[in-house]
């Protein structure tokens, strides 16, 4: 896949849920090594990756965590990994990875399923922030 930043791991997320951007501002404060950038999954170059990596169609309902030229993961263990680069969630994140991937799953999908209902959702992705602006890829 070409024009993605070089050495970055790429957080794909839903771009009109309240929760989803509230993670991604969470994340941002907290990514003191500019590991990630940012694309939403209605994005054009959301909609490229999940094509290119053959991610199924009900994707949408989670985070995915694109490592370019090494793999993806998405909801809990995406996650934990993004968890584990951030400053002041290594301890928690290792913690929770001792549990089967099966059960974070489970709750991850309960909280996706109501994210809507419980943190509402927007008319599309907004970006306030222009620090934070220029971590999204187009």
């Not at 009900?58 to 809990?76: F, N, R």
């Not at 995406?78 to 290792?94: N, T, V, W």
């Amino acid at each position: 896949m070409q024009n993605l930043p070089q050495n970055k791991k790429i957080i794909l997320f839903d771009g009109v849920c309240n929760l989803c951007d509230t993670a991604v501002q969470f994340i941002h404060k907290r990514d003191t090594k500019d590991i990630f950038r940012f694309a939403s999954l209605q994005s054009k170059m959301g909609q490229d990756i999940i094509q290119y990596l053959g991610v199924a169609a009900t994707a949408p309902d989670s985070i995915i965590l694109y490592e370019p030229g090494i793999a993806y993961y998405y909801k809990s263990q995406a996650a934990l990994r993004i968890a584990k680069e951030l400053r002041g969630l290594q301890i928690p994140a290792l913690i929770f990875s001792i549990f089967p991937s099966s059960w974070m799953d489970y709750g991850y999908t309960f909280i996706a399923k109501n994210r809507y209902r419980w943190y509402g959702q927007k008319a599309s992705c907004e970006l306030a922030n222009p620090e934070l602006k220029a971590k999204f890829i187009d």
